[in-house]
């Protein structure tokens, strides 16, 4: 048995996966305002609606561009992520600097390399929003990690940011699978394999050693919690909460959010792998407070 390789049934994975990154990354948002800090301390949600940040709207690009070429083109990624560039969505300053350049009309390769004095990038912002093209290709975690280092380059040119995309492109990949989700161990075992050597890759290591620790206070401590808001300071303890709690969006969510750091980075990539599996969707009362899918988001499911 394998996952629906049709475009409909890639494109039905992708769209449940982004509503179930917009959900992590809208509520997560919620507990940066200071007058939360208590209802997160207690699990209570905050009054609706919730909006999302950049995290979503990046990723709606990343499903358009896969709805309109099966893949990922990146002249085309490029321009989506600076046509729909909402300054008030809470990108980084680097990457709203770039996008808005390109709309201007210069080259993303260029902007992109010249990040950081010609490192690149190796912030979150790749690894953020490629949940989406994990469940896409669930019929092919290799693929899927192929697509997601194309992805990562009209933005993050550092070779942490790149893994940091691919790892949670496997992980979103491999929770997708038609068997249900795997194994805590087999996600992250699964996704090691599929990433090269990296920071990154050392993080999941200490993440999969760590799956036996019941307290995520003290592994974000170790893994980082995007503090930093570095591929490598988030991406280890995103996958390690979102295995912990294959197929439970709610459990997942509270413990990735309640240690604090870059929440709604965190929790979107949580929900956005927990939701690559039907067995993961958030809740629909969590559903209906959050702000609506952008309105060209494909196939006319945009709407909450």
């Known amino acids: 048995m394998t996952a629906d390789s049709s475009s409909s049934g890639r494109l039905e994975r992708a769209l449940a996966s982004l509503r179930g990154l917009s959900v992590g990354d809208a509520l997560g948002s919620q507990y940066f305002v200071p007058a939360n800090y208590p209802l997160l301390k207690r699990r209570d949600l905050p009054d609706g609606p919730w909006q999302w940040t950049d995290d979503t709207e990046m990723a709606g690009s990343v499903v358009a561009v896969l ?89 993050h040119q550092h070779r942490e940011a790149v893994v940091g995309a691919m790892a949670v492109a496997a992980a979103a990949a491999l929770a997708g699978s038609p068997g249900g989700p795997p194994s805590p161990e087999a996600l992250l075992d699964g996704v090691i394999a599929l990433v090269p050597k990296s920071a990154v890759g050392q993080g999941l290591r200490r993440a999969r050693d760590m799956l036996d620790y019941g307290d995520a206070a003290t592994v974000a401590a170790v893994l980082g919690c995007g503090r930093r808001t570095s591929a490598h300071d988030t991406v280890p303890f995103a996958l390690w909460s979102a295995a912990r709690a294959l197929g439970d969006y709610e459990t997942a969510f509270w413990t990735t959010a309640q240690v604090g750091g870059d929440v709604d980075t965190t929790c979107a990539i949580v929900g956005g792998v927990l939701a690559a599996s039907k067995a993961g969707a958030p809740p629909a009362a969590w559903v209906e407070r959050t702000e609506a899918l952008p309105e060209w988001v494909p196939d006319g499911l945009g709407a909450s």
């Not at 669930?138 to 194309?150: F, G, L, V």
């Open 67 to 155: 709805a309109a070429h099966q893949r990922v083109d990146q002249d085309a990624l490029a321009r989506s992520f600076a046509e729909h560039h909402d300054f008030d969505r809470g990108y980084g300053p680097a990457v709203g600097r770039l996008l808005r350049l390109v709309r201007e009309g210069q080259d993303w390769r260029e902007l992109a390399a010249a990040l950081f004095n010609g490192q690149g990038s190796w912030g979150n912002g790749a690894a953020m929003r490629i949940a989406p093209l994990g469940a896409w290709y669930a019929d092919d975690p290799e693929q899927a990690t192929h697509q997601a280092e194309i992805s990562a380059y009209p933005t």
